[in-house]
């Protein structure tokens, strides 16, 4: 099975930056794109932002285009979400997710195969 470790979400202030990380290991498909999903308490899970294959095209939500960048290193393995000017809305456990689809980016839940067991962001004003 697919295995999604994320990395680097902590305690930080209003304005702050953090660079979180997510590393794929396991049998994983040969083509994969990957995005980048949060879930505050009481609320629904959003998608944040998405990256193709080739690193080429993203999405990014609303809420956090401007501030946060999603980007791959494929001989790595990993995904990063770099966020700028982090706000106290922007407080949530941060997951990655592995698509098997091929392509992409992609923004529906259902078109991920795999999900990390997140990493919590948690900003204070």
């Known amino acids: 099975q697919v295995q999604l470790i994320e990395t680097g979400g902590g305690a930080v202030q209003a304005g702050d930056s953090l660079r979180l990380s997510c590393t794929t290991s396991?049998?994983?498909?040969?083509?994969?794109?990957m995005g980048w999903f949060r879930q505050a308490p009481g609320k629904v899970r959003e998608i944040i932002a998405a990256?193709?294959?080739?690193?080429?095209?993203?999405y990014y939500a609303e809420s956090v285009k401007g501030r946060f960048t999603i980007s791959r290193d494929n001989a790595k393995d990993t995904v990063y979400l770099q966020m700028y000017s982090v706000k106290p809305e922007d407080t949530a456990v941060y997951s990655c997710?592995?698509?098997?689809?091929?392509?992409?980016?992609?923004?529906?839940?259902?078109?991920?195969?795999?999900w990390g067991q997140g990493t919590q962001v948690t900003v204070s004003s």
């Open positions: 997710a592995y698509s098997s689809l091929g392509g992409g980016p992609f923004v529906l839940d259902r078109s991920y195969d795999y």
């Open positions: 396991g049998r994983a498909a040969r083509q994969y794109a």
């Open positions: 990256i193709s294959i080739s690193g080429d095209d993203t």
